[in-house]
């Protein structure tokens, strides 16, 4: 997991062949006035979804986990609210995977919270498992870059 401001996203390009690409997009673009939906930039292997989610509490934000994508999350509008639980240590070790969706979710509260505002991002890799979305008082626009693992 990681968690940065936007003015070093740059730093973070050779961690990943596709990143780069997802920056340019993010720099040459007002993800503001991106439509609701995912749009593709280079087919499967990368593209953008901007989601507005309704508040969530600690207790209804599921960990979640995804095999295939690695997460880069740029809130747009709103203060988020990350959970974090390393992927090994979410439960129950056997829960389903939706291989349509690329998503396990797990129970319980994650163990470690993180606020994460407009001109900040996250990313979160398959090994991470996070609870998205947890505001207690406004929708949360975002912009979410998956990238194939």
Not at 1 to 10: A, K, Q, T
Not at 81 to 105: H, R, S, W
């Amino acid at each position: 997991m990681v968690i940065d401001r936007l003015e070093n996203i740059e730093k973070y390009t050779l961690l990943h062949p596709l990143f780069e690409q997802a920056i340019d997009f993010l720099k040459s673009h007002d993800l503001h006035s991106l439509e609701i939906g995912k749009t593709e930039l280079k087919g499967k292997d990368l593209l953008v979804n901007v989601a507005q989610t309704n508040p969530k509490e600690k207790e209804n934000a599921k960990l979640e986990t995804h095999k295939d994508y690695i997460d880069i999350q740029i809130p747009l509008s709103g203060t988020e609210i990350m959970g974090y639980t390393a992927a090994q240590d979410c439960l129950p070790v056997d829960a389903p995977y939706n291989a349509e969706k690329d998503i396990t979710f797990f129970e319980g509260l994650a163990e470690d919270y993180i606020a994460v505002n407009p001109g900040m991002f996250s990313i979160f890799f398959p090994q991470d498992g996070h609870a998205p979305c947890i505001s207690s008082n406004m929708e949360i626009k975002k912009a979410i870059f998956k990238v194939k693992a």
